[in-house]
């Protein structure tokens, strides 16, 4: 997988080809299988191909052209309301569960979601926002690097206004309402896919002494 992961590039540019549903979908299933906080997964991802509703989507973003030129956007939306101490239970059952493990209601609580970090990371609404953010760019990694897998060329795209920028509330308001978003999800950013134009070269990197250390 190293080997995958160097030789990354960003694509931007892609030919007219379509792309085959079963490579969209399995994109997004790599998503679904990226690990999360406590097992909450707290996102959601569209499909966008038809040429309105990327023009739509392509209003919220300072890269808008990229959207609308790309063959497939994949909506990448965080899901503010997966931090509610229910859900956040219920998913740590289901893993509980999932290990052979019992729990308590009680248990889980007292254990995951009761300790003074957790209760002070739930009580600030700025945390839950890092968090979801957090959550969603493992989940990014997974996606780009799939398809790769699948022969794709694919962008993270993410300089959009949301409720973090603010600059146009109404016309965000309006692309939320056009993908039936409601108030407790945020659009985090948009992976563009297609097949790629050209052969684009390896992103640069850091030099490896600028950012390693190993401590014995």
């Given at each position: 997988m190293?080997?995958?992961?160097?030789?990354w590039?960003?694509?931007?540019?892609?030919?007219n080809?379509?792309?085959?549903?079963?490579?969209?979908?399995?994109?997004?299933?790599?998503?679904?299988?990226?690990?999360?906080?406590?097992?909450?997964?707290?996102?959601?991802?569209?499909?966008?191909m038809?040429?309105?509703d990327?023009?739509?989507?392509?209003?919220?973003?300072?890269?808008?052209?990229?959207i609308?030129?790309?063959?497939?956007?994949?909506?990448?939306?965080?899901?503010?309301?997966?931090?509610?101490?229910?859900?956040?239970?219920?998913?740590?059952?289901?893993?509980?569960?999932?290990?052979?493990?019992?729990?308590?209601?009680?248990?889980?609580?007292?254990?995951?979601?009761?300790?003074?970090?957790?209760?002070?990371?739930?009580?600030r609404?700025?945390?839950?926002?890092?968090?979801?953010?957090?959550?969603m760019?493992?989940?990014?990694g997974?996606?780009?690097l799939?398809?790769?897998?699948?022969?794709?060329?694919?962008?993270?795209?993410?300089?959009?206004?949301?409720?973090?920028?603010g600059?146009?509330s109404?016309?965000?308001?309006?692309?939320?309402?056009?993908?039936?978003?409601?108030?407790?999800?945020?659009?985090?950013?948009?992976i563009?896919?297609?097949?790629?134009?050209?052969?684009?070269?390896?992103?640069?990197?850091?030099p490896?002494?600028?950012?390693?250390?190993?401590?014995?």
């Amino acid at each position: 997988m190293l080997k995958q992961i160097t030789e990354w590039k960003s694509v931007r540019k892609f030919t007219n080809q379509p792309v085959e549903e079963e490579k969209i979908l399995n994109v997004m299933r790599a998503g679904r299988g990226a690990p999360s906080w406590k097992n909450i997964q707290p996102w959601r991802f569209i499909a966008v191909m038809e040429e309105a509703d990327k023009a739509k989507l392509a209003e919220g973003f300072s890269m808008g052209v990229l959207i609308k030129k790309a063959p497939v956007v994949i909506l990448c939306v965080g899901k503010l309301a997966a931090w509610e101490h229910t859900h956040q239970r219920d998913r740590l059952r289901e893993l509980m569960s999932n290990s052979g493990t019992a729990m308590s209601d009680e248990d889980i609580d007292k254990t995951f979601l009761n300790n003074r970090i957790a209760q002070a990371l739930a009580d600030r609404s700025s945390s839950l926002m890092a968090r979801t953010f957090e959550n969603m760019g493992i989940a990014y990694g997974f996606m780009i690097l799939e398809a790769m897998n699948q022969g794709l060329g694919a962008c993270i795209v993410g300089e959009i206004d949301n409720e973090l920028s603010g600059v146009d509330s109404s016309k965000y308001g309006g692309i939320k309402s056009h993908f039936n978003l409601d108030s407790s999800e945020i659009i985090t950013a948009a992976i563009i896919l297609g097949y790629p134009a050209k052969d684009f070269p390896v992103s640069p990197r850091k030099p490896e002494e600028d950012i390693f250390q190993v401590w014995r």
